[in-house]
């Protein structure tokens, strides 16, 4: 079967019947199996995704479909499905079935989506590797020796190697862009506050949402389109009315975007992403945008400032699981207290437990203002600096990564150097805008490289339209 990058060719050959939607399942769930090796996805829903699949066709036959008919579709395991297992890549969750389905699952059903699986990931979305995972690491189909970013690492490869037409998945701190980058798909990240977080399992409240991974721009804004609004079961999601992205997605006109020039010259950066990122520059300029050096002379305090508050948020969050509410319970535990410590230090993964133990450190009473309290004020300053940028600019436009996807097993003794290959990503994060990463380029030896797009405040339509231009600039290289 032809592999199908976009939903519109889908729903087109569904209505002139040249293809059946269980066809197209058929073929995913074979292409599942085919790449086991990549650890993509934990668990796959095929009886489900078959029915589901007969009665949209149907739906798409008569004109009673929803937006979404044709879309084959993973979620992250983080992502909560009622009756479904959701995970978190933990052990502490293993086998917990959730009780509900979060809020951008009902958005996807209520769309005619069929949901084929749900995919692997950092343990509670903490990691840029996806080796944090109790259900093991996922593997690059660019090259098996590489990891594909993460934490939503499983979602990125399953786009790439064509398991599934898109997927959700989540980013705090990069989780959705940098896998996109390293897989050589398009990932965004909405504003804070833009889709509901309710039955998303929290790993930094402030900072968390949910993002498509695609193929196209095309899909990304229809999945936005679907999952975006206001939800009454998350105050912090927005009341702003959902733009039709995509509606919006000709552009025309000529933009003003900044670049940072201290991205350029950051220590670590890979000459090939360098390249790419001035020749793409040199590019917008050449179409007539005015593409500026702009001064942030924060960058080397985004990586501390994003660690300090998203472990101290995740220090607090992971406290529920306690052995005793649901989730994990240590065997070896004779009364309530060492029901929580052994069922916690049992339960939860190396990095898991280094974060809730600094997280607790820069809470605790005496480190509270020197850490938590400065990290905040420094968050502001960072958003501030940020929107002063955006408001004489329409976009930022800055390397997706340091570098391309590194080995497996590359990082994994030296947290540090892992959290600063999170440099260019956490801006966006730290100040709740949206930034997309488009797959603009390759290494001399074939690894995908992402170039990030950091738009304005509820911005997305722009930053869609514009990102589609790009794709379609830089197609003709
Ligand atoms: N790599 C970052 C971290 O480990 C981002 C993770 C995320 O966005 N969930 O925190």
Known sequence: MEKYTTLSSVQQDIKDSKLHLRQLVEAYLQRIEENKHLNAFVEVFAEEARSQAEIVNSRLLDGTAGKLAGMVIGIKDLICYQNHIVSAGSKILDNYRS??????????????????????????????????????????????????????????????????????????GGSVRQPAAFCGVVGLKPTYGRVSRHGVIAYASSFDQ???????????????????????????????????YTQQLDFSGKKRIAYLPETLTSEGLDP??????????????????????????????????YYILTMAEASSNLARYDGVHYGYRSPNATDLESTYKKSRSEGFGAEVKRRILLGSFVLSAGHYDAFYGKAQRVRRVIREKTDEILQDHDFILLPTTPGPAFGIGEKTDDPVTMYLADIFTVQASLAGIPAISLPLGETKTNLPLGIQLIGKRFGESELLAFSKYILNVTKSR
């Open 99 to 172: 009780v509900f389905s979060s809020t951008v699952v009902e958005r996807l059903l209520a769309e005619d989506a069929v949901i084929i699986g749900r995919q692997n990931c950092d343990e509670f979305a903490m990691g840029g590797s996806n080796e944090n995972s109790f259900h093991g690491p996922v593997k690059n189909n660019a090259d098996n020796s590489r990891v594909p970013g993460g934490s939503s690492g499983g979602s990125a490869v399953a786009v790439q190697a064509g398991l599934c037409m898109a997927s959700l998945g989540t980013d705090t």
């Open 210 to 244: 949910v993002g498509p991974i695609t193929n196209s721009v095309e899909d990304a804004a229809l999945l936005l389109e679907v999952i975006a609004g206001h939800d009454e079961y998350d105050s912090t999601s927005s009341t702003l009315p959902v733009p039709a």
């Open 272 to 305: 090939e992403v360098k390249a790419l990122t001035e020749k793409t520059i040199k590019e917008l300029q050449e179409a007539g945008h005015a593409v500026e050096p702009i001064s942030f002379p924060y960058l080397d305090f985004v990586v501390p400032t």
